[in-house]
């Protein structure tokens, strides 16, 4: 019961954030605006509830940290077993929503950690904006090439990977094989030896680049 209040806790505010949104008759321009999408972990458990090896995940945290710096952050707990690719159509919705209201696609970015970043590289490629941000943190394997082929980035792509981490290592060989244009493309390697765990938790390690990338420094000084 608990967790059910908090998914509708959440969902109620990514809600009426939409809802505020589509009352303003022209927005800010200078607003810039995060879908951010967590882990599978999230998915299977209760927030209270830590990983055996990587420790609670910060979730709550890394939205107020995006929020502190006066991003509108679009963000949910989904259901277990979510599809990634439906989940991804249905961003790509809301997205176009806001592209339509007038708001920049340099001004919108999509981050996703893990099973998020999967979300996240769907939303590239279904929504085929090169102007759109994305920062894919822990979320390219090798594999990935031969397993998922019908991703393909586009957009203002960061990715972040970890260097203990197997799961998450440089998708270079994903930007190689894209069929869709890629205005900016930039990797960052962590050294924080916390393996795929470095995502569970707000590290400034990922946020801040992933902030920068977000207001449009894609030198990432």
Not at 122 to 129: C, F, K
Not at 181 to 192: A, H, R, S
């Amino acid at each position: 019961m608990k967790f059910q209040k908090l998914f509708f806790s959440f969902s109620l505010t990514v809600l009426l954030s939409f809802i505020a949104f589509s009352q303003e008759k022209t927005p800010n321009e200078d607003q810039r605006y995060i879908f951010f999408f967590h882990n599978k972990f999230i998915e299977e458990n209760d927030l209270n509830v830590a990983h055996p090896e990587y420790g609670k995940a910060e979730y709550n945290e890394i939205l107020a940290s995006f929020r502190k710096d006066n991003f509108i952050v679009f963000s949910e707990i989904r259901k277990k077993n979510t599809n990634a690719y439906d989940y991804a159509e249905r961003i790509v919705k809301q997205i176009k929503k806001l592209l339509k209201k007038g708001v920049s696609p340099n001004k919108i970015t999509v981050i996703g950690t893990s099973k998020g970043g999967y979300i996240a590289q769907y939303v590239s490629t279904l929504l085929a904006n090169p102007d759109v941000n994305f920062v894919f943190i822990g979320c390219f394997r090798d594999v990935d090439i031969e397993e998922i082929p019908d991703i393909n980035f586009c957009g203002n792509i960061l990715t972040i990977y970890e260097k203990s981490d197997i799961y998450g290592v440089s998708a270079i060989k994903r930007k190689e094989t894209s069929k869709l244009k890629v205005n900016q493309f930039k990797e960052i390697e962590l050294n924080t030896n916390l393996k795929h765990g470095f995502l569970y938790k707000a590290l400034d390690e990922w946020i801040v680049p992933a902030k920068k990338w977000a207001n449009g420094n894609y030198t990432l000084n």
